[in-house]
């Protein structure tokens, strides 16, 4: 079988920790201030995510969202999905499945 070749995924990959933690921040600071709700186009605007309003509602993501003080805003953050979206289009080569229908298909163990 051909081994598939990607292109230095490392400076990519550091630019896109850097987005991140900056709409982590973002997000960290909007709730401190007290925000009962966050629009998350505009905090992905202002991280300089580059991520359509179509792609949020092809994925199911709310344009509004209601912080959830008491977390870590990565439990409740749909940061995920925009994620992916931003790696496809950084990487369309790399065939990245949808964060959704990965975790769908992910065997649960019952009880």
Do not use: C
Not at 42 to 65: F, N, Y
Not at 72 to 83: C, D, G, L, R, S
């Amino acid at each position: 079988m051909a081994e598939i070749k990607f292109p230095n995924r490392g400076p990519i990959i550091d630019e896109a920790n850097k987005k991140f933690d900056r709409l982590g921040k973002l997000v960290t600071e909007a709730v401190a201030k007290g925000s009962k709700t966050l629009n998350i186009h505009e905090l992905l605007k202002q991280a300089d995510i580059d991520v359509t309003v179509e792609h949020l509602e092809r994925s199911h993501i709310p344009a509004e969202l209601i912080p959830v003080s008491f977390l870590p805003w990565t439990q409740w953050f749909p940061w995920e999905a925009v994620w992916v979206s931003y790696l496809q289009k950084r990487f369309p080569e790399a065939h990245l499945v949808d964060h959704r229908s990965t975790l769908a298909r992910m065997p649960v163990p019952m009880p």
